[in-house]
């Protein structure tokens, strides 16, 4: 049976080393979302496989809730959040970030008010 070498190193460095391979392995996300532009969109089907808004279901609501109120779907500084092309929906994600997180927002501050509402957006 052959034994492992053991390490021994003081707290800095083991921090150090730590925040080195974390900036190693965020880089690349990094530069992507630094990539993309206000113009840029994504299918909505990229848009659901990354999770991040809720399911299928939640993007579709949040979809139709974005399309029955004209002021959000679109608005002259702002232009829409998303588009249709033939069958597809594409979403402007920093336009749809922005307007999901302000939503949040919102429903955080009437949860402070009223806490029945919770699980209610």
């Known amino acids: 049976m052959e034994q492992s070498p053991i390490i021994v190193t003081d707290k800095q460095t083991l921090q150090k080393m730590i925040e080195e391979a974390v900036t190693e392995?965020?880089?690349?996300?990094?530069?992507?979302?630094?990539?993309l532009s206000d113009n840029d969109t994504i299918p909505m089907s990229d848009l659901i496989k990354s999770r991040?808004?809720?399911?299928?279901?939640t993007i579709m609501k949040l979809k139709d809730e974005i399309i029955s109120d004209?002021?959000?779907?679109?608005?002259?500084?702002?232009?829409?959040?998303?588009?249709?092309?033939g069958r597809r929906y594409y979403f402007y994600i920093k336009r749809f970030d922005d307007w999901f997180m302000k939503r949040k927002r919102i429903h955080e501050e009437a949860l402070k008010i009223d806490p029945r509402l919770k699980g209610v957006m």
């Open 70 to 85: 004209d002021d959000v779907y679109q608005t002259e500084t702002e232009g829409e959040i998303f588009i249709k092309r």
């Open 25 to 35: 392995a965020v880089k690349p996300f990094k530069q992507q979302q630094e990539q």
């Open 52 to 57: 991040k808004y809720g399911s299928r279901n």
